[in-house]
């Protein structure tokens, strides 16, 4: 009987807007770890996935298209961005592919030749709707909120936030987690010493 492909363990990156999920993600891809983000998922659902494109001129029509007759993100932000039923109905359409295409691209790991010992994901409302359970562990990244004011958009910053879960309540639930205020190169080493951590598991 074949060997069973070995999967990579897999961890998820997630906390605030302006907390450094970002800058975290590819510092586990200079260590060697295999990363994707869900964003990097969402925006290729949007230029070539037919059906969510389809879904999506439905509900919203012509408005939603470029010049190219291509799904325009800005104008989708647009709509969804104070509109929480909008927002729940574009959710509902990408989620559930975001984690096919995630799954997908995890089990093609598993089967390479070498596969990566880690695979983590940046995402952003891990906790908020439910896909914990999917991942071996997860890192919490935090700051205060002025300085995540600095790093991102205040708008989005409001849009988002009655929907997060409190910063103590994911630290509390969290394998590991980082207070996100010194330089990138503090973040690395905390980013180095999680990879070390997870690595002696293997």
């Known amino acids: 009987m074949p060997a069973r492909p ?18 975290a993600l590819l510092a586990f891809a200079r260590h060697g770890a295999a990363v994707v983000s869900s964003d990097q998922i969402v925006h290729s659902l949007l230029a070539t996935d037919p059906e969510v494109r ?3 001129v439905d509900r919203w029509g012509d408005r939603v298209l470029d010049e190219a007759r291509q799904l325009d993100r800005a104008a989708i932000a647009d709509i969804v961005f104070s509109d929480p039923a909008e927002l729940a109905f574009l959710e509902s359409v ?4 975001v984690v096919k295409e995630y799954l997908g691209w995890r089990d093609g790991l598993a089967r390479l030749e ?3 010992d880690v695979c983590v994901t940046e995402v952003p409302l891990l906790y ?3 896909g914990e359970d999917r991942f071996d562990a997860v890192v919490v990244l935090t700051a205060p909120r002025a300085l995540r004011e600095a790093r991102s958009d205040v708008g989005a910053l409001d849009e988002r936030s009655g929907r997060l879960l409190p910063d103590d309540e994911k630290v509390r639930r969290a394998d590991f987690s980082y207070v996100n205020t010194g330089s990138e190169e503090d973040l690395d080493a905390f980013v180095v010493s999680v990879l070390e951590r997870l690595r002696a598991r293997a």
């Open 114 to 116: 070498r596969p990566p």
């Open 128 to 130: 908020e709707v439910g």
């Open 6 to 23: 070995r999967r990579p363990l897999a961890v998820a990156v997630t906390g605030s807007i302006g907390a450094g999920k970002t800058t």
């Open 94 to 97: 990408l989620h559930p592919r």
């Open 54 to 56: 389809a879904l999506l």
